[in-house]
């Protein structure tokens, strides 16, 4: 710990002795020829800002570098932006973190700690946000609380998509690809000016692929399946007023997963010798996971966008509603049974339906002060279901504990805020941003547990038994907080900005899912707050050299922990602290070739034990789960005039530490570190033709997405191995 805050520390003062050193550079105008980087235009701050104006930590992806990294979805951008990880259990529970803070809950009367936006509509439920991307103009990842503008469930950060808007022009695309596991996608997107006051853009996707996994013995695809979606958004401009209306709809049909046993040296002998036995000459991409897994997925989402630019001020009001369906089968041991002595046939459905309301008022762009406030209404209705058949045997458990039973849970969660935030310049190189949100919570819920066995072989079967009982409760609970942000930056030379923050996030208390007893149902974990201290640097040198860092330490009360024990979900309120540091750089090296990168060292430890009721969980001084020690990427980006078109090349390198999925921090739940490499090459003609090629984990990386652990042993979900590509589209 003392040499991770002397690292800090030793950041903090090379950034400020950068800052100090950068003036003559800085000053110093680029030849008119000479190289340099495109400005980034953001709108986290509700308003469009040069990305180095803000005092927040930023990355930022345009539509042109999700293309060049063959981002299809949250999952490929993640790892790219600093201090950013993702896991996912299942198509309806991605699991991101960011500077150690995420959750790994299911619960219906919970929310996730990272923000997600789809064009600033706040999305309740985590399978609800990780959808494919289609016609995407940008993605922001924001790091640190941003509980004055964003909310609920953004006690750790934001991430912000952002689609492609109706524009007064008549243009299109069309985009048909080719891949590895038998992979087969079209894509289109047309936009058509309807008069001189309203636009209609329409954008569709499909994809198909057989996985890149296995069953054994039929040999059946798993990691694959077939999904596709559409979107139509309608632009009326009246005057001072505009509407903006957009629905989008898609649907997964999903494999399942290949679940993978991986023991350790922790493992005990016999469970590694019967594993190593089972799965002679099997690799990691083939399972006996069953066949008849499945994930399944459907969204549904219409929003309603008005703004009125007023001589005082600008108006907008935000109205959305979201429908998400999803339901999904795993073997959660990948092993045939009874050979290995337990077997977890897990199923869940979830239906989801949330509404929203957001007004805000704004200052008029090139006011002396910038402010923004609002009022925020959400409601969100879920209804999930879970089911777990069971079969067990020594040595593991008696086949008493097997059984059949369901959890259901019924839950309303509301949520009201109001918010403001302000940025004030004085002295001609200062600014103060002071913000604040008071947020009120309430969660109503119904829990049912049900032995499906009626009794007939007790106890009932795990996770509800062998200590629990059928249970039949409601209960409602309330959750007020502020929130706030102060940040002070100063500019001392042009292009040079400093900037110190503290920023308090804020995640309302949730009821626990899967609970053994009826009172534990019904006790809701407390509210997590997080206060975030922060220091950092933006600058752009002689135009070309973008370097950015941040200092931070983040202090939580009552984190929200989630511990699979057995098969039985423990949850429990913890402290802890994270101390770390993030730099990003970009330097264009000429007009044709960028090279960059970014690196994010963490230290993020458990401060207390955890209890749940009587059960103490020695978390103290264990990791957070999801928080590797470092993170770095590396990229080279180029364009050239070759044969009468645009030549574009780019690759990318992404190292991540070895990290816990759990705050256990057992053996079976570490995933080691691991690099990953993927490059991307396009050439497009004047009128518009482009072909283009992309490998993904060209290196065939083997790397965990997700582990349970059971036995000590660790069943895991591995990522997709070496993986191409082939794009031709046609731009008119």
Same mark, same amino acid.
């Given at each position: 710990?003392?040499?991770?805050?002397?690292?800090?520390?030793?950041?903090?003062?090379?950034?400020?002795?950068?800052?100090?050193?950068?003036?003559?550079?800085?000053?110093?105008?680029?030849?008119?020829?000479?190289?340099?980087?495109?400005?980034?235009?953001?709108?986290?701050?509700?308003?469009?800002?040069? /990305?180095?104006?803000?005092?927040?930590?930023?990355?930022?992806?345009?539509?042109?570098?999700?293309?060049?990294?063959?981002?299809?979805?949250?999952?490929?951008?993640?790892?790219?932006?600093?201090?950013?990880?993702?896991?996912?259990?299942?198509?309806?529970?991605?699991?991101?973190?960011?500077?150690?803070?995420?959750?790994?809950?299911?619960?219906?009367?919970?929310?996730?700690?990272?923000?997600?936006?789809?064009?600033?509509?706040?999305?309740?439920?985590?399978?609800?946000?990780?959808?494919?991307?289609?016609?995407?103009?940008?993605?922001?990842?924001?790091?640190? #609380?941003?509980?004055?503008?964003?909310?609920?469930?953004?006690?750790?950060?934001?991430?912000?998509?952002?689609?492609?808007?109706?524009?007064?022009?008549?243009?299109?695309?069309?985009?048909?690809?080719?891949?590895?596991?038998?992979?087969?996608?079209?894509?289109?997107?047309?936009?058509?000016?309807?008069?001189?006051?309203?636009?209609?853009?329409?954008?569709?996707?499909?994809?198909?692929?057989?996985?890149?996994?296995?069953?054994?013995?039929?040999?059946?695809?798993?990691?694959?399946?077939?999904?596709?979606?559409?979107?139509?958004?309608?632009?009326?401009?009246?005057?001072?007023?505009?509407?903006?209306?957009?629905?989008?709809?898609?649907?997964?049909?999903?494999?399942?997963?290949?679940?993978?046993?991986?023991?350790?040296?922790?493992?005990?002998?016999?469970?590694?010798? /019967?594993?190593?036995?089972?799965?002679?000459?099997?690799?990691?991409?083939?399972?006996?996971?069953?066949?008849?897994?499945?994930?399944?997925?459907?969204?549904?989402?219409?929003?309603?966008?008005? +703004?009125?630019?007023?001589?005082?001020?600008?108006?907008?009001?935000?109205?959305?509603?979201?429908?998400?369906?999803?339901?999904?089968?795993?073997?959660?041991?990948?092993?045939?049974?009874?050979?290995?002595?337990?077997?977890?046939?897990?199923?869940?459905?979830?239906?989801?339906?949330?509404?929203?309301?957001?007004?805000?008022?704004?200052?008029?762009?090139?006011?002396?002060?910038?402010?923004?406030?609002?009022?925020?209404?959400?409601?969100?209705?879920?209804?999930?279901?879970?089911?777990?058949?069971?079969?067990?045997?020594? #040595?593991?458990?008696?086949?008493?504990?097997?059984?059949?039973?369901?959890?259901?849970?019924?839950?309303?969660?509301?949520?009201?805020?109001?918010?403001?935030?302000?940025?004030?310049?004085?002295?001609?190189?200062?600014?103060?941003?002071?913000?604040?949100?008071?947020?009120?919570?309430?969660?109503?819920? $119904?829990?049912?547990?049900?032995?499906?066995?009626?009794?007939?072989?007790? #106890?009932?079967?795990?996770?509800?038994?062998?200590?629990?009982?059928?249970?039949?409760?409601?209960?409602? +609970?309330?959750?007020?907080?502020?929130?706030?942000?102060?940040?002070?930056?100063?500019?001392?030379?042009?292009?040079?900005?400093?900037?110190?923050?503290?920023?308090?996030?804020?995640?309302?208390?949730?009821?626990?899912?899967?609970?053994?007893?009826?009172?534990?149902?019904?006790?809701?974990?407390?509210?997590? /707050?997080?206060?975030?201290? +922060?220091?950092?640097?933006?600058?752009?040198?002689?135009?070309?050299?973008?370097?950015?860092?941040?200092?931070?330490?983040?202090?939580?009360?009552?984190?929200?922990?989630?511990?699979?024990?057995?098969?039985?979900?423990?949850?429990?309120?913890?402290?802890?602290?994270?101390?770390?540091?993030?730099?990003?750089?970009?330097?264009?090296?000429?007009?044709?070739?960028?090279?960059?990168?970014?690196?994010?060292?963490?230290?993020?430890?458990?401060?207390?034990?955890?209890?749940?009721?009587?059960?103490?969980?020695?978390?103290?001084?264990?990791?957070?789960?999801?928080?590797?020690?470092?993170?770095?990427?590396?990229?080279?980006?180029?364009?050239?005039?070759?044969?009468?078109?645009?030549?574009?090349?780019?690759?990318?390198?992404?190292?991540?530490?070895?990290?816990?999925?759990?705050?256990?921090?057992?053996?079976?739940?570490?995933?080691?570190? $691991?690099?990953?490499?993927?490059?991307?090459?396009?050439?497009?003609?004047?009128?518009?033709?482009?072909?283009?090629?992309?490998?993904?984990?060209?290196?065939?990386?083997?790397?965990?997405?997700?582990?349970?652990?059971?036995?000590?042993?660790?069943?895991?979900?591995?990522?997709?191995?070496?993986?191409?590509?082939?794009?031709?589209?046609?731009?008119?």
């Amino acid at each position: 710990m003392k040499f991770v805050h002397a690292t800090t520390a030793s950041v903090a003062a090379l950034m400020l002795g950068a800052a100090l050193a950068a003036p003559a550079a800085a000053q110093e105008a680029p030849p008119q020829d000479a190289a340099t980087l495109d400005e980034v235009i953001v709108t986290a701050q509700r308003r469009e800002q040069s /990305l180095q104006d803000v005092p927040i930590a930023i990355t930022a992806f345009n539509a042109e570098t999700l293309e060049r990294t063959a981002a299809t979805g949250i999952q490929d951008i993640a790892a790219k932006a600093p201090g950013v990880t993702l896991t996912q259990f299942n198509i309806g529970e991605p699991q991101l973190y960011i500077r150690g803070v995420g959750s790994s809950s299911d619960s219906a009367a919970s929310d996730p700690s990272i923000g997600v936006s789809i064009d600033e509509v706040s999305i309740g439920r985590s399978g609800a946000s990780a959808l494919a991307f289609l016609d995407i103009e940008r993605v922001e990842v924001l790091r640190g #609380p941003q509980g004055t503008l964003y909310g609920r469930n953004a006690s750790g950060g934001a991430l912000n998509i952002y689609t492609r808007k109706p524009v007064f022009q008549n243009t299109g695309s069309l985009t048909a690809r080719i891949g590895s596991f038998d992979e087969y996608g079209l894509e289109g997107v047309v936009n058509r000016q309807l008069d001189d006051e309203t636009a209609i853009r329409f954008a569709a996707r499909y994809n198909t692929n057989d996985g890149y996994a296995e069953n054994v013995p039929t040999g059946q695809g798993l990691e694959g399946g077939t999904s596709w979606g559409a979107r139509v958004s309608v632009l009326k401009e009246a005057g001072d007023w505009s509407l903006l209306l957009s629905g989008d709809y898609s649907k997964d049909d999903m494999d399942g997963h290949a679940r993978i046993p991986v023991t350790t040296s922790a493992t005990a002998p016999a469970f590694v010798t /019967l594993v190593n036995t089972l799965r002679t000459g099997l690799d990691r991409r083939q399972s006996f996971s069953s066949p008849d897994n499945y994930q399944d997925r459907t969204n549904f989402g219409v929003t309603a966008r008005v +703004e009125h630019s007023g001589e005082a001020f600008d108006f907008v009001s935000l109205t959305s509603f979201r429908d998400n369906d999803y339901s999904w089968r795993d073997n959660l041991g990948g092993l045939p049974f009874p050979a290995f002595p337990l077997e977890v046939d897990d199923r869940a459905s979830e239906k989801a339906r949330q509404f929203s309301q957001e007004f805000r008022l704004a200052s008029k762009p090139g006011s002396d002060i910038n402010w923004v406030a609002g009022a925020y209404v959400f409601q969100e209705d879920i209804l999930r279901s879970e089911r777990f058949i069971v079969n067990t045997a020594l #040595p593991i458990a008696p086949p008493s504990f097997g059984g059949d039973t369901t959890f259901i849970q019924d839950a309303t969660n509301r949520s009201f805020a109001v918010f403001g935030q302000a940025n004030i310049p004085f002295a001609d190189i200062w600014e103060l941003t002071l913000g604040a949100r008071w947020t009120h919570d309430k969660r109503e819920i $119904h829990q049912i547990a049900i032995d499906n066995e009626g009794g007939a072989n007790p #106890p009932p079967g795990i996770p509800l038994g062998p200590g629990g009982a059928p249970y039949n409760v409601t209960g409602d +609970e309330s959750f007020s907080e502020p929130s706030w942000k102060i940040a002070l930056a100063v500019e001392p030379v042009d292009n040079v900005r400093l900037y110190a923050s503290y920023d308090r996030g804020y995640k309302a208390g949730a009821f626990p899912s899967t609970a053994q007893s009826g009172a534990q149902a019904l006790t809701p974990l407390a509210s997590e /707050l997080l206060d975030n201290y +922060e220091i950092g640097v933006k600058s752009t040198l002689m135009g070309r050299l973008r370097f950015n860092a941040a200092a931070f330490k983040l202090e939580y009360t009552d984190l929200q922990v989630y511990e699979l024990l057995g098969l039985a979900l423990v949850t429990s309120n913890a402290q802890a602290e994270v101390d770390g540091f993030e730099i990003e750089t970009a330097l264009a090296i000429t007009n044709n070739l960028t090279i960059g990168g970014s690196y994010t060292s963490l230290d993020a430890k458990f401060t207390s034990n955890a209890a749940s009721g009587a059960l103490v969980l020695p978390y103290n001084g264990n990791t957070l789960p999801r928080s590797p020690d470092s993170q770095y990427t590396l990229y080279i980006d180029s364009e050239w005039d070759v044969a009468g078109g645009v030549l574009a090349a780019r690759a990318d390198y992404q190292w991540t530490d070895a990290f816990y999925f759990d705050p256990s921090n057992n053996p079976e739940v570490l995933s080691p570190e $691991h690099e990953l490499v993927s490059a991307f090459l396009s050439w497009e003609s004047p009128s518009g033709l482009k072909i283009s090629a992309y490998g993904k984990n060209l290196t065939d990386t083997e790397y965990q997405t997700h582990i349970i652990k059971n036995v000590g042993v660790g069943f895991s979900v591995f990522g997709a191995p070496r993986s191409f590509g082939v794009a031709l589209s046609q731009s008119f």
